[in-house]
């Protein structure tokens, strides 16, 4: 009997602490899936606000690219009109002269009719006829690109801010919604407004993980660097370089000749070895280039001074050179060398003369210089915006530049007024009366108010784009921690009701009453609250194992604004963040600070006289 008695006592015992351990853990776990709930929606938002600034980020590039096109078409139709131009100079450099004089002076004007005719009706008529459509085209379709995307950015920075708000609601709502009576603590709060801060940029100073560039502001030039790169890299085949080559290889004179050795002639005398080298490369090219380009006017890449230009040519381009080089080898090593070289191709005539000797390098000399390397037969150029590209500004640019436009150097211009060489610019015949024609190079025409397609562009759109630093805190953008707490006067139902009956040490060394057996004081738990902490992250991963989706270059690809890749996901908190979290959310120091204040008690107790420590 006193057996039962004993067990039935230790049943109820049992089952009174199960209830209560099931009871908080039940409690714990709701808290806890709210807390990971809230802190997950949180980042899902901002992925979303991610992407959303992505997908019109993407769409302002690609009406950028837009306007780039129309102005490169109105290149075109420039280039095209240009035939006539130097078709009709050569005509007045070779043909002329010739028939002039086979006819003793009766034909020259006649062929020269029929000549200037035919090159109108082919070249002339229908470049101007498709100039003024693709310039009204340019004018309005820029004015229109340009307004869109304004829309786009400034829908871009609502929905920025909007998504902030939202998620901030979204917070609230999901804490009540997940576990009723729960709320956001204290650390839940603060960790709220700290990461709201290093999300959106409204600390004066402080980089925050989102950034909006003003096109207005000289601070941000580097921001718009970075777009313009993006939509110059994002251009179709037509508006990055568009175009042809045709080699030209004439038998039996063999233009194209490419040592490509170099040939080497030695002579070996005992340990030493005399030697000779020689390079010969000539070549003529039939080629037509052409592009767009997105740059800015002056000395800083702020928005507003960016500026659409586009330049065509057809030439026949040359390219020669030479190089010869001699030295004295001994026992395996150059004792004395010289070296010549001599280059004409791209415009340049470029020339150089090293001497060695022992090792040492002398230069003579290493000049390069503006020489016409081409016979050009078409340049075009427009250009739109606000801003305006002066001569200066075209002059010496890269020669990559324009799909490789500024190597035609005679359809360029050779200086930075836009002249040609001669004899294509205010040059007259040795004998005859007839002036040649003047040419229209791409520095001299794109200035003009003619080539100017529009007017109203005003450069590149505010927009967004995300900051990538280091994160040494834990709870900034782009990781957010979330904090929920519950007060233990809501655990219990009102069949267990919650009774005070003094400190939680009180509750040890008493004795239980029946009646408050399955009563928990709440002087036991800490600061009277079950709390709980989640951490999220919204993070950047473009897929890998799609074809599709993977970059051409294959190169892993960081976060940014400019492709949708963004999503949310959990990640484990830091023993900082749990630290931090029971410090601020249920006070608990662990007997830190008491810790400190015995020590520092125990030291005030320390004798001063060090000869008394010992006995």
Known sequence: MIFVVLFLAAVCLSLVFLYKAGKVTSEKMQ???????????????????????????????????????????????????????????????????????????????????VFKTATNLIFKVPGDLFY??????????????????????????????????????????????????AKISDFGILSMIAHTLTYVELLPGYESFVKTYKPTKAEHAA?????????????????????????????PLPIDIDFSGPDRFSLEIGPFEVWLELVFKLSFDLEKTGASELRYVGDT??????????????????????????????????????????????GEASGALILSALGIDVEIFDLTLPFPTSAPFSSGAAQ??????????????????????????????????????PPFVGWRGPVWSHYAYQVPTVIATMPTTERRVNTSYKGLPMYSDSVIKENPWGFE????????????????????????????????????RIEDIFHLNDSCIADGEIAAIAKSEVYFSRPADLAYFTRADGKEEYGNAFNPYWQARLVETTNADRTFSVGLQQKQAFGVIAGIADLISTLESVPTDIMSWFP
Not at 41 to 51: G, K
Not at 70 to 95: C, D, K, P, Q
Not at 396 to 415: C, I, L, N
Not at 494 to 503: C, E, H, Q, R, Y
Request: charged share 20%.
């Open 31 to 113: 808290v806890q899936n709210a807390a990971d709930a809230a802190a997950y929606s949180v980042s899902v938002v901002e992925a979303r606000d991610l992407n959303f600034m992505a997908y019109t980020n993407r769409a302002m590039v690609a009406n950028e690219v837009a306007i780039g096109q129309l102005v490169g078409m109105a290149s075109w139709a420039t280039h095209w009109t240009s035939f006539e131009s130097y078709l009709m100079a050569y005509e007045r450099l070779f043909i002329y002269p010739l028939v002039m004089g086979a006819s003793l002076g009766t034909s020259g004007d006649a062929v020269e009719n």
């Open 132 to 181: 003024k459509v693709f310039k009204v085209a340019a004018n309005i379709g820029a004015s229109v690109l340009h307004n869109i995307n304004k829309v786009y950015s400034y829908g871009q920075t609502g929905y920025h801010f909007a998504s902030v708000l939202y998620s901030l609601s979204a917070y609230i709502d999901l804490v009540e919604d997940n576990a009723p009576d």
């Open 223 to 251: 921001g718009f660097e970075r777009f313009a790169a993006v939509v110059n890299g994002s251009k179709d085949e037509f508006s990055r370089k568009r175009g042809w080559t045709l080699p030209l290889d004439i038998p």
């Open 301 to 346: 890449a702020t928005g507003t001074e960016f500026n659409w230009s586009a330049a065509d040519a057809t030439s026949l381009l040359a390219e020669v050179f030479f190089r010869i080089a001699a030295g004295l080898d001994a026992f395996g090593g150059t004792v004395a060398s010289g070296d010549f070289s001599l280059g004409f191709a791209d």
């Open 384 to 421: 739109a915006g606000k801003t305006k590209l002066n001569h200066a500004d075209l002059y010496g640019v890269d020669k990559e530049s324009y799909g490789g436009t500024p190597k035609h150097s005679q359809a360029w211009g050779m200086d930075p007024t836009g002249t040609a060489a």
């Open 477 to 512: 953008a782009p990781y957010f921690l979330a904090g929920v707490v519950k007060d233990d006067v809501d655990i219990y139902s009102d069949n267990a009701p919650l009774k005070t009956v003094g400190s939680c040490q009180d509750t040890v060394d008493t004795k239980m």
